[in-house]
Nanobody, 125 residues
Framework: QVQLVESGGGSVQVGGSLRLSCVASGYNVYDHCVSWFRQAPGKEREGVAGICGDGTTNYLDSVIGRFTVSNVSKDNAKMILYLHMVSLKPEDTAMYYC????????????????WGQGTQVTVSS
């Protein structure tokens, strides 16, 4: 069982930056890949950026060069997943979710086993 708690969302102007955090905790948390997803009103949920234990990362094309995903180990059963976002655009406005799964393809496909409650990001012009 993995627990995920997101924070760091907020309202920023176009071109601004935010750093989202996701505390991932639980037994064998390091066996899981973790990823950020987002969902805007009326749109499908999409994978934004993810990372696995070997350091492999993956990004949505539209955020490459603007978003950076990273993780930091805190102890044997806890790590923090970060999403550093710069040059934010109105189209980045969405609820951002953290998700985890042992299988990368299942996770990136939106069917991860564990999900957080989300944190809202709003970018205004």
């Amino acid at each position: 069982q993995v627990q995920l708690v997101e924070s760091g969302g907020g309202s920023v102007q176009v071109g601004g930056s935010l750093r989202l955090s996701c505390v991932a905790s639980g037994y064998n948390v390091y066996d899981h890949c973790v990823s950020w997803f987002r969902q805007a009103p009326g749109k499908e949920r999409e994978g934004v950026a993810g990372i696995c234990g070997d350091g492999t990362t993956n990004y949505l094309d539209s955020v490459i060069g603007r978003f950076t995903v990273s993780n930091v180990s805190k102890d044997n059963a806890k790590m923090i997943l970060y999403l550093h976002m710069v040059s934010l655009k109105p189209e980045d406005t969405a609820m951002y979710y953290c998700a985890a799964d042992k299988n990368w393809l299942r996770l990136w496909g939106g069917n991860g086993a564990y999900w957080g409650q989300g944190t809202q990001v709003t970018v205004s012009s």
